[in-house]
Structures are given as structure tokens and as C-alpha cells.
């Protein structure tokens, strides 16, 4: 009798350490899904180009809502337990043609948290930028709420990016590794959800992969003949950039500096 409920306790803490390990996912990719409401978004462009004025922009709106109301897009992160890799899911991806800002529609965010460098690959117009700089903190606050994300329960952290941007995010403990979508990370697990409500751009995990990956074998970027810039560079670039088509918006400013 005793062996046997030795046997039976031991079954039990083997179950138990599986399941346990089976709820933590060290390596994958995770497929998201990031959706910009250009109902909403196209008005504040407009008014903030000065392209279209006063009563004219609620004409102009009236005939752009007969259009796709989200400008969606895939992208895939992957992860081990020290880097990660964001990248558009199709290689050929464009930007939304009634939105019509041709401005980081692919992005490309690599993190190494050994060494605290990210490298992002973003384009402005027909050009792509080189950009190598230390990973951004955020001061996150953390809260009770929760809900599942492609299968995870998840916590809600708010932050303020840019001193006046307020975002909402929802983090996996499951997954170990501190990353996120675009270069959002530093939370206490990974980033399954983003959501920044007067921007009116939601990134949101569909699903998780637990497979191994290598970094080795990933396409990060790289500055290669591009000259290579921190993010006070690129954002001063974009500026002038915005400013020479007669684009200035700060909608546009934040979506480039993601």
C-alpha cells in the first residue's frame, strides 16, 4: 500500500511540474494583428496638415466612410528568453492607400536585452532608415485587471510615452521574455497587447507558437550602406521630412515614432 502511494504522489508532482512547465513558453513567434481606425485618424490628419479646412473636412469624410474603415496589418515577433525579432508577416506588405501616408507601414524592431541595444528598420516615403539605440524604458504602472489573449491570461500596465501618450498594454507572465510589438517592452513577461486609445492604434496578439527559434537565422536588420542614426536623429529627420511635403501632423510623428 505504501508503494504504491509512493508511486501515485510521484505521478502527481510529475503531472504537476509538466503542466507547470507546459504554461511557460520560452522560445516562439507570436502572429500580430495591428488595426489604425482611419475614420477616426484621417480627420485629425487633415486638420493637422491644414490640407482640408473648417466644414470641408465632414464633406470630404462623408465620401472616405463609403471606404475599409481599419487599415490592418500582420506581423510576427519572434523570441527566445534574451532577444526578439518583429517583422512584417508578408515581406511585400504596403501602406493603406486611402490613408495614403507611406510612413513605417513595415517596420522592423530587433532587441538584444543582454546588451540593451535595439535595431529598427523603418520607412519614411520611399526610403528605408537605419536605426541602432538604446531599448526604450517606459514607466509602466501596473494594474488588478486582466483578460486572455490568444490564450493567455493577461495584466493590464498603463504608461505615458512622449510625456502625453497614453498607453494601454497587456502582459504574459507566461512568457518570460520582456518584449512587445513595434518597441514596446519592459513588463514583467511578454507584450500580447497594445492599445493606444486617442491614436486609434491597436496591437493585439491572434496567436502564440511555442517553436524554437534561432536568432542566428533571423533577417534583422542591419545598416549595411545606410547611415546609421539614434532615435533623436531619425525623429529630427522626420520632421523636416514631414515638413518638406507639407505633411506635418503630429498623428504622423507619433505612428513614425513608435
Not at 513567434?29 to 484621417?42: D, G, L, Q, V
Not at 507611406?102 to 535595431?119: A, D, I, M, R
Not at 497587447?193 to 486617442?198: E, F, T
Not at 529627420?237 to 513614425?256: G, Y
Request: charged share 20%; net charge neutral; proline share 4%.
Amino acid at each position: 500500500m505504501k508503494k504504491i502511494l509512493f508511486i501515485y504522489t510521484c505521478l502527481l508532482l510529475t503531472i504537476s511540474a509538466f503542466a507547470q512547465q507546459a504554461n511557460f513558453v520560452g522560445k516562439g513567434k507570436i502572429t500580430f494583428e495591428r488595426k489604425i481606425n482611419t475614420f477616426a485618424t484621417m480627420p485629425i490628419f487633415l486638420r493637422e496638415t491644414g490640407m482640408i479646412k473648417g466644414d470641408d473636412v465632414a464633406t470630404f469624410m462623408q465620401n472616405y466612410r463609403n471606404g475599409t474603415q481599419f487599415w490592418t496589418d500582420t506581423f510576427d515577433l519572434y523570441f527566445d528568453q534574451t532577444h526578439s525579432f518583429y517583422q512584417p508577416a508578408n515581406p511585400d506588405i504596403d501602406f493603406c492607400k486611402t490613408f495614403a501616408v507611406p510612413v513605417s507601414y513595415k517596420n522592423k524592431v530587433y532587441n538584444n536585452f543582454e546588451t540593451s541595444v535595439v535595431n529598427i528598420e523603418k520607412q519614411a516615403f520611399e526610403n528605408a532608415y537605419f536605426i541602432s539605440d538604446t531599448i526604450r524604458r517606459l514607466k509602466w504602472k501596473l494594474t488588478d485587471e486582466t483578460r486572455e489573449i490568444a490564450g493567455f491570461e493577461c495584466h493590464r500596465a498603463n504608461a505615458l510615452v512622449f510625456d502625453s501618450i497614453y498607453i494601454v498594454a497587456f502582459y504574459t507572465d507566461q512568457i518570460p521574455t520582456k518584449s512587445g510589438p513595434e518597441t514596446f517592452n519592459g513588463l514583467p513577461g511578454m507584450i500580447l497587447g497594445i492599445a493606444i486609445p486617442h491614436q486609434h492604434i491597436t496591437i493585439f496578439a491572434q496567436s502564440v507558437t511555442g517553436v524554437n527559434t534561432e536568432p542566428q537565422q533571423w533577417a534583422v536588420p542591419v545598416a549595411g550602406k545606410r547611415t546609421t542614426m539614434d532615435n533623436k536623429a531619425f525623429n529630427t529627420m522626420t520632421m523636416k521630412l514631414l515638413k518638406q511635403f507639407n505633411l506635418s501632423s503630429a498623428w504622423v510623428q507619433f505612428f513614425m515614432d513608435l
